[in-house]
């Protein structure tokens, strides 16, 4: 059993800079990632790949300095360790190399990021199908760059994509985006307080003159997502724009709808989550130094809500500093001043939010599918199972679930459960967060016998 | 909403109601199935699913026999089911094993079945099987086995879809279920009961089954029942899916039939607390690999907590109101396996037809003499 | 039939560590994982559902956990 003050799940952002806060403010560390090394997805590979793809922007290479902080004797950091649990009473249970073991602390921090929110229209478990974040991962971790790619869907990561891929020689054939002109005129009203994080629209308006110079062609307003299997393994993505029905052929459809919290494990440890209107999505409740009502557990970066890599920073340096409080390694005073800069930093990261997530809000359609498309990929289950389910028994998350199995495959409903929410809500039920279990990630009955107190005989 | 009120009105939508209800349908009556919110704890939708014999009423005759006619009666009820909600089951009745790796409790447990036998006569039959003996027809038996009881009358179903037919099959007959009806209150209303809803609503109805699993303690007293029911925990864990069929069945271990392990078994008094816990997922993964070294490399995709209904002495209790005449008190454990008689019997003794059978022996009145004595 | 790549052929390919692939040998450089090593190389199928339907890889994030290759190509 492995003791230290503070143990963190996740080294991306969030996990590394209040790995290395802590750290320097003389607390012992243990930081776990199931990634082979630091860096968490936005900054994927930065240790190895940081200094040879440029494509890859001046904003991946910052990762670096996070990384570099690590180096400090206080800080034991563990890659290749997925963790599986968390035990009342602040003990962790991770796995590494198929051993579980038992960590304890007095306090943890969960910093385990976010997740591209699922985006169901018929056809999208063909091979060729993939999410836009998993096109980005491969770009940063093995070089391997998207084949005429047809980019579509919703949110920043898109153009981000589109625009590295023109960086690299692999244009995107079309990028067809769901979100609205009045969606987007909607949230001009939020473009005030977004001005605060100028910078980060400039980038974003950057990025579209870039796409568009490069002449790719673009639609918005897109609905009626379809996509078939056609020869060679090719694909052909149909869809409806500007009054009219288009279609591509392409190899490789890249999918997004902008991401969510990873809320699997925060849900399975007892922490209260509510929905939140303005992300779609569920959060945990925390306080503004990201605590939660579990003791001892706080939760910093896009696990707590959606902000990015500079929010998500800047949230762990504020959970480190009042962890540091709480261990009586600072005063009250002392956390409230060191809290100051990563405080503004935080609130300018955030001031663009509103704009974001108003002008990229998820469409409907993908949010509440119908009819044959699948909900639940690892169970095969569709969108008119579930609604058929609702018909004469309890409407929410554990009756469909027992009902249809949707949420039983390997991923446990991370790939599912919002999409079963969204057909729920749809038909006027329950919006409760799902349950979750342990062990979060699938850990062998061997390596779970051996955490057994005594061998039977 | 019906305008009419019905004959019957079942309180609680889990196996045990529904399965009644089924039963009271097919007698003619009018039945209502009124059933609480998602959120409730619901043992049809976290149990182990087996059809078991062995060791059912090793000290009371009545319940070695009740599950014995249940046991007999289910490849009848699947189909009846099966028909009537066009889902299939998965029920088999392959026969099952009990795997000891304690010596005591192995002998305990073989006593136990003799008993059994004393009862059942030949309705019943088992073997009991030293490990080394075990491990000549089954090689795959882990040599952390001292030995191990078979009945080939053992089986198990598919519990969740069992749940799923059971509402399909209440529709197909014209019953009303009515979903997210969390009951509140009952009052005797001159012949006939008045049942007020979470929501405000109130029904009116000629007779009540209370058959609400945990949800019944609350209810009871108001009916004039006296039976403490009270929630006992049970993990199990699923692994992922297997291509291949396990070789056997076991009350601890069991393939279902998408593919999945399940393995189960423990028992804690934890009140309402179905949190799933390290050290129950612990041992249970070293029950398996104990039993089944080659399971050692099947990945855990999930393990939880689910709440027994238990009585005080674990045995069923069916009761009509001292008070209260048309009000019925229904529970009992291993409903999945009594279903048939729920589904039949049961109805008839609550129909009070010619065909009723006695159950004296299952009337609460045995948690007063045992109180006095 | 082999189903094409949906990937840009990897200018960096050259050297690194040879694999079985469908029968066929192809390379891979050290670090990659199988499924990064698999994608660069075709665009079939990695299973099929017990539904029959063909799947690839998703969401290479551990997500959807039905990545089924996941190894780390270590150098020999
Ligand atoms: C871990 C575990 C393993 C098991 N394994 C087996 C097995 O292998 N074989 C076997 O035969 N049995 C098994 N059982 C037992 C079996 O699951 C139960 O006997 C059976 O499910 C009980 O059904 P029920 O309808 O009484 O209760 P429940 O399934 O709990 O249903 C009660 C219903 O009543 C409703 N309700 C409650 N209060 C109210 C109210 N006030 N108003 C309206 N509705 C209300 C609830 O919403 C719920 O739907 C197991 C149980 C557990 C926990
Ligand atoms: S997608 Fe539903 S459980 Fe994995």
């Known amino acids: ?457 | 909403m019906s305008t009419r009120s019905p004959d019957i009105t079942i309180i609680g939508g889990g196996v045990v109601g529904l399965s009644l209800a089924v039963g009271l349908l097919r007698e003619g009556r009018s039945v209502t199935v009124l059933d609480g919110p998602d959120s409730d704890h619901r043992a049809s939708q976290g149990n182990f699913g087996l059809v078991w014999l062995q060791g059912k009423g090793v000290d009371f005759a009545p319940y070695a026999h009740l599950s014995c006619d249940a046991v007999a009666a289910w490849p009848e009820f699947a189909s009846l089911i099966q028909e009537l909600s066009g889902t299939d089951l998965a029920l088999r009745q392959s026969g099952g094993f009990e795997f000891f790796t304690d010596a005591a409790e192995f002998a305990e447990f073989a006593a136990g079945l003799k008993q059994q036998q004393s009862f059942l006569g030949n309705r019943f039959s088992h073997d009991v099987i030293q490990g080394d003996d075990l491990r000549r027809s089954h090689p795959e038996i882990g040599a952390g086995v001292v030995g191990a009881t078979f009945s080939a009358q053992d089986g198990h179903v598919n519990p969740l879809r069992l749940l799923c037919a059971l509402r399909r099959s209440v529709a197909a007959l014209g019953g009303e279920i009515v979903p997210g009806a969390r009951v509140t209150h009952i009052s005797a209303a001159g012949p006939g009961f008045d049942i007020t809803l979470h929501s405000g609503e109130r029904r009116s109805t000629e007779r009540v089954v209370l058959a609400a699993g945990l949800g019944s303690a609350s209810l009871a007293g108001i009916l004039g029942f006296q039976t403490p029911v009270r929630p006992q925990r049970g993990e199990l864990l699923i692994t992922e899916k297997l291509a291949t069929r396990l070789p056997f069945l076991s009350s601890t271990i069991r393939q279902v039939d998408e593919g999945g392990l399940q393995v189960g078994g423990t028992k804690a008094d934890a009140g309402y607390d179905d949190s799933e816990t390290l050290d129950a997922m612990a041992s249970l993964a070293q029950h398996a690999v104990t039993v089944f070294p080659a399971l050692r490399d099947l990945r855990v995709i999930r393990a939880w907590g689910a709440l027994r209904v238990m009585t005080p002495d674990g045995y069923p209790v069916y009761a009509c109101s001292p008070v209260h005449p048309g009000a019925y008190l229904v529970t009992c454990h291993s409903g999945v396996t009594l279903a048939p008689l729920h589904g039949g019997p049961l109805a008839h003794w609550i129909d009070n037809s010619a065909e009723a059978p006695d159950l004296e022996a299952f009337d609460e009145d045995r948690f007063a003499l045992s109180c006095a004595a | 039939m082999k189903t094409a790549s949906r990937f840009l052929a990897r200018p960096d390919a050259g050297s690194g560590i040879t694999m079985m692939l469908d029968g066929a040998p192809v390379t891979a450089p050290p670090g990659d994982t199988v499924a990064a090593a698999v994608l660069a190389h075709s665009g079939a199928a990695f299973r099929r559902t017990e539904k029959d339907t063909p799947r690839a890889a998703y969401c290479i994030m551990g997500v959807c956990l039905r990545s089924t290759v996941s190894r780390t190509v270590r150098a020999a």
């Not at chain 1, 002109?181 to 994080?197: E, G, I, T, V």
């Not at chain 1, 999918?255 to 209107?277: E, K, N, Y």
């Not at chain 1, 599912?416 to 749809?426: E, F």
Request: proline share 6%.
């Open chain 1, 1 to 457: 059993m492995t003791e230290a003050d503070l143990i963190i799940v996740g080294a991306g952002p969030a996990g590394m800079a209040a790995a290395s806060t802590a750290a320097e403010g003389g607390a012992g560390v243990l930081l776990l990632d199931r990634q082979s090394r630091p860096g968490g997805q936005a900054f994927s590979g930065v240790t190895v790949n940081g200094d040879r793809r440029e494509f890859l922007g001046k904003d991946y290479l910052a990762g670096r300095i996070l990384v570099d902080a690590l180096h400090n004797s206080n800080i034991v950091a563990e890659y290749g360790a997925s963790v599986w649990r968390l035990e009342r009473g602040a003990r962790v249970v991770w796995s590494q190399n198929d051993v579980s073991h038992i960590s304890s602390a007095p306090h943890v921090l969960l910093a385990g990021g976010a997740q591209e929110r699922p985006t169901p229209f018929p056809g999208w478990t063909l091979p060729g199908v993939m999410s836009a974040g998993a096109a980005q991962l491969l770009m940063k971790n093995a070089g391997l760059l998207p084949r005429d790619a047809v980019l579509a869907g919703s949110g920043p990561l898109l153009y981000l994509l589109a625009a590295q891929m023109i960086d690299t020689g692999a244009r995107p054939k079309a990028l067809v985006e769901t979100q609205t002109r009045l969606s987007l005129l909607k949230a001009s009203r939020h473009l005030p307080q977004a001005l605060l994080a100028a910078t980060t629209l400039l980038k974003g308006l950057r990025l579209i003159r870039r796409i568009r110079n490069a002449g790719v062609p673009g639609f918005t307003g897109a609905s009626g997502f379809r996509v078939r299997q056609i020869a060679d393994g090719d694909l052909s993505f149909s869809f409806n724009a500007r009054g009219q029905e288009h279609s591509f052929t392409t190899p490789l459809l890249l999918t997004h709808q902008g991401v969510v919290p990873s809320t699997h494990i925060s849900r399975a440890s007892g922490v209260d989550h509510v929905w939140s209107d303005a992300q779609s999505a569920y959060q945990p409740v925390t306080d503004e130094w990201g605590a939660t009502n579990v003791p001892g557990l706080h939760i910093a970066g896009d696990g707590a809500g959606i902000g990015g890599a500079e929010a998500a920073e800047a949230a762990g340096r504020l959970a480190a500093f009042d962890i540091l409080h709480q261990l009586g390694r600072l005063s009250e005073d002392q956390r409230n001043r060191s809290a100051a800069g990563p405080r503004s930093a935080l609130r300018r990261a955030m001031a663009i939010r509103p704009f974001l997530d108003a002008a990229y809000a998820p469409s409907r359609e993908l949010s509440e599918p119908v009819g044959e498309t699948i909900v639940c990929r690892c169970e095969e289950v569709s969108a008119d199972e579930i609604r058929k389910s609702l018909i004469d028994s309890a409407q929410g998350p554990r009756h469909i679930k027992a009902a249809t199995r949707a949420g039983m495959g390997p991923c446990q409903g991370r790939m599912c459960d919002l999409t079963v929410c969204g057909v729920l809500a749809s038909c006027g039920a329950d919006m409760s967060a799902p349950r979750a279990r342990t062990p979060i990630n699938p850990v062998r009955l061997g390596e779970l016998a051996a955490l057994a107190p005594s061998q039977e005989t």
